[in-house]
């Protein structure tokens, strides 16, 4: 259990900030920001024609964290941080440049 340490943490911290972003966008009445921002993977996937991949995209996006803990988790936080930073920024990025606005 101590070895999956932030894996677990992510896993955790996912449930809830699933639900914020949801409550941000209001049944479609409210803003994507949130979700465009936290879950940029599940956001690039609205933009896919192809159901079986947006489908993809939503596993992944609910995966991110979990997956960014077990790279903590195996490379370390020092080294693994860098990256999971630069990763996310660039999906967020390309989830912004698709939504079209800021």
């Not at 677990?8 to 921002?37: E, M, Q, R, S, V």
């Not at 992944?60 to 990763?87: E, N, S």
């Amino acid at each position: 259990m101590r070895k999956y340490k932030y894996t677990n943490l992510f896993g955790i911290i996912t449930i809830p900030l699933i639900f914020i972003c949801i409550f941000f966008a209001g049944g479609g009445h409210g803003t994507y920001t949130p979700i465009a921002a936290v879950f940029p993977l599940g956001f690039i996937g609205i933009f896919l024609d192809n159901e079986r991949i947006a489908t993809l995209f939503y596993i992944f996006a609910v995966l991110q964290f979990p997956i960014f803990g077990y790279v903590i988790d195996k490379y370390g936080l020092k080294k693994a941080l860098p990256f999971i930073i630069l990763v996310h920024s660039l999906l967020v990025v390309i989830a912004f440049l698709l939504k079209g606005d800021f």
